[in-house]
């Protein structure tokens, strides 16, 4: 089962969506470096952010048109996204635009959670005014594919061999949604 919580509550039989404040620095770092050693999923098999940077992006989320999401089960955070203005809103030509980023633990993928964080942040991105959301994904990951298009995003162009994972070469698939 899955709710939304505008105040931090944990329950141990339930996971929690919310947005993130400061304190989840060090879950979200966890959950990233997860993912990223599974070496199949992210660009990066690390997380680029020290605590205290992490801390610092999740106060200026809080205050502009950026979201950070957990997912928290029993007071651990399993999964997060992120929505951030796409190419960090530093052009005024962009600011329609958000761009997503999700990191979901193992043993916790095809259960929904996915889908439910998506949810939440397409319905945030229409009422902060975004236009259009995107994001890329691996060719290789057809289940995170496949639940983008669920979510409405069709594909929009495709870098073709961009990532070599392991021996395999995988395409780039960018995606986008008009909100």
Not at 16 to 39: F, N, T
Request: hydrophobic fraction near 40%.
């Amino acid at each position: 089962m899955f709710f939304l919580a505008r105040k931090p509550r944990i329950h141990n039989d339930e996971i929690e969506l919310r947005e993130a404040v400061p304190s989840d620095a060090r879950g979200i770092i966890e959950v990233a470096g997860a993912v990223g050693r599974e070496k199949i999923y992210n660009v990066s098999e690390g997380f680029g952010y020290s605590e205290a940077e992490e801390r610092n992006l999740i106060a200026r989320a809080v205050r502009s048109r950026d979201l950070v999401l957990v997912a928290e089960e029993g007071g651990r955070i399993v999964g997060f996204l992120t929505l951030m203005r796409y190419f960090g809103g530093r052009s005024p030509k962009v600011q329609h635009v958000g761009e997503i980023g999700i990191n979901i633990l193992d043993g916790y993928r095809n259960k929904g959670l996915g889908y439910k964080m998506m949810d939440y942040a397409i319905d945030w991105a229409r009422n902060k005014g975004y236009i259009k959301l995107c994001l890329s994904v691996f060719s290789t990951n057809e289940r995170a594919a496949s639940l983008y298009k669920k979510c409405g995003f069709m594909e929009e162009g495709r870098r073709r061999a961009q990532f070599k994972i392991d021996d395999e070469y995988a395409d780039e698939i960018d995606m986008g949604l008009f909100l």
